[in-house]
């Protein structure tokens, strides 16, 4: 994705933006994230995964998590699009127009 400024343009990685997207999804209490023993190339089966795509000008951020069983499902959904929302404008200043959370599983 690329943005411009006053004194020239940005490119960033739509890896990064996945990137980032996941960070902030695993910023909020019930979302299971990779445990810290794991190596790269052994990822969680119930880590989230994001892909951002753009159109018309903003990015669309489609995520998938695992939640833990005990949370409020509705809210940290809403969390999650929020925190996304807001990491990814302030570090990136592009418009973020949606972001679409589909929750794999609950886990126990």
């Known amino acids: 994705m690329a943005n411009n400024f006053r004194n020239g343009q940005v490119k960033i990685a739509n890896e990064i933006l996945d990137q980032l997207a996941i960070r902030a999804s695993e910023e909020i209490n019930g979302v299971c994230a990779k445990s810290e023993n794991e190596s790269k190339i052994n990822i969680s089966q119930n880590s989230p995964k994001s892909t ?49 959370v589909s929750v794999d599983k609950l886990i126990i």
């Open 52 to 100: 951002v795509t753009q159109a018309n000008g903003k990015l669309l951020v489609d995520l998938n998590v695992s939640l833990d069983k005990n949370v409020n499902v509705r809210k940290t959904i809403k969390d999650i699009q929020e925190n996304v929302v807001r990491v990814i404008e302030s570090m990136t200043g592009l418009s973020v127009a949606r972001v679409n």
